[in-house]
């Protein structure tokens, strides 16, 4: 049986594990180092990047995450900013995709805003909410593009990681945690 992980320090904690939970895995929310040891993957919310880091430093948690290479982890919008190696004018956070982000990039006028998004390795195209969402400003050539919107990047993979900077867990389409869910078995098929 497969158990993701949802970090549960901030955000849009229970609309991950609806999501989760809807693909027929089994779930967890994740507060201390012990949980680790129990999932086979992590979903970072969405929520306040700024926020998620002070929890994440209260709880420990923060240098056993970075220091993990075994975990596959899939962030969304705030969580696409903690996977960075890169965070323009802010100190990065878990350091796992080689790329820098911009925080808030899409500007005051467009706050938020739902688009219809081609995704890499997606057959249909995805429903994508964007909340005061980072861009990413730079990827280094590893790191597969899986979705731009007018030229911005906004859906990455990277080995066993996965991030957007969109809110899937906040519609019914479950496409891009399936396609977390698919780089969850290679890895563990990897491990066995
Ligand atoms: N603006 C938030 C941040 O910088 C991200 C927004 C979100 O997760 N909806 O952390």
Do not use: W
Not at 44 to 57: F, K, N, Q
Not at 75 to 101: F, S
């Amino acid at each position: 049986m497969t158990t993701i992980g949802v970090l549960g320090m901030q955000g849009a904690i229970r609309e991950h594990v609806r999501m989760l939970e809807a693909l027929g895995v089994d779930t967890r929310v994740v507060r201390s180092v012990e949980d680790l040891s129990q999932i086979d993957g992590l979903v970072l919310p969405g929520g306040e990047s700024t926020a998620m880091r002070r929890l994440l430093d209260r709880y420990g948690l923060l240098e056993p995450l970075r220091d993990n290479t075994e975990l596959p982890m899939f962030g969304t919008c705030a969580g696409l900013i903690l996977l960075a190696t890169e965070v323009e004018g802010y100190d990065a956070h878990l350091r796992k995709i080689p790329m820098t982000v911009k925080r808030n990039a899409f500007g005051r006028q467009v706050d938020s805003f739902e688009v219809t998004l081609p995704v890499k390795g997606i057959d249909e195209a995805v429903e994508a909410v964007f909340i005061r969402a980072p861009q990413v400003a730079s990827v280094e050539p590893v790191v597969d593009v899986l979705a731009e919107v007018e030229e911005a990047i906004v859906a990455v993979r990277y080995d066993k990681y996965v991030a957007c900077s969109f809110h899937p867990e906040l519609t019914d389409d479950l496409s891009m945690h399936r396609y977390f869910l698919n780089v969850v078995a290679a890895n563990k098929h990897q491990l066995a």
